[in-house]
């Protein structure tokens, strides 16, 4: 087993990754080659999630993930939980809303995520993304206008089916700390998070029971951001969230 190597050599960055059997450099980022520099409305990224068929009009989306065997959903142990992909607008430029885990966390220290947490019974999804957004970070209800999902998706860190729920917040976020479960709140540009500097594509081999490629190995997706690094299922759901934002107009109009 060894270290996974630095995708980004020379940046810092507080957590740990995990060892591997062997790591290979990955591929280049999906959105390669298309017009990186138009941004959807909030009405076109809209129509974008419908299109996927991640509209909030039609009822919880279904889990489509590269882990075999996840109808073990109904397992007791397993947690359902949900998260805010929160975009605003600053002097024409999308940002998107992180957050870093707190140190004394048991699980997932340092790690940076999305607003959210597990949902409470009864609760669906978007409410629970939209009160954790709130009771993690002080983003209050009645700025955010809720779109739609993206695929929700299973971890095997944690045994959580996370349901990420995307939202645009009216005006700049003024972010007021949960120190108890957070330990920074932020936000990063999305040009930035497309720049192909800031992405890192690796193959990892290890013992997963994920769903995997011919050889063994599966992708892992990272991302530079200001004094940490965004990977693991934070990192899924942001390459599906920056695939959607650059859809070509026509794709999703078919």
Known sequence: MSVVPQPFPGHDYPQR????????????????????????????LR????????SLDVGMPEIDDTIEGVARLDA???????????LYEDDGELHLVFTRRAAHLRHH??????????????????DTAVREAFEEIGLERDTLSPLGF?????TLASSSAIWPVVAFASGVPEFRI????VDRAFSVPIGDLLHPDNFAEQRWWRESPRRKESDGAFRVHFYRVPGDLVWGATARIVTELLTVITEPIEDFRR
Do not use: F, K, M
């Open 150 to 154: 993206l695929t929700p998706i299973y």
């Open 109 to 126: 220290r340092h790690e940076v995520s999305l607003p959210g947490g597990r949902c409470e019974p009864g609760e669906i999804p978007l």
């Open 76 to 86: 007791p142990e397993t947690r359902i939980s949900a998260v805010l992909a929160c």
């Open 47 to 54: 129509q974008r999630l419908a299109s996927r068929g991640l």
């Open 178 to 181: 949960d120190t108890s479960e």
């Open 17 to 44: 990754l995990p060892e591997v059997d062997n790591v290979q450099e990955g591929g280049p980022p999906p959105w390669q080659g298309r017009d990186l520099h138009h941004r959807p409305t909030r009405e076109q």
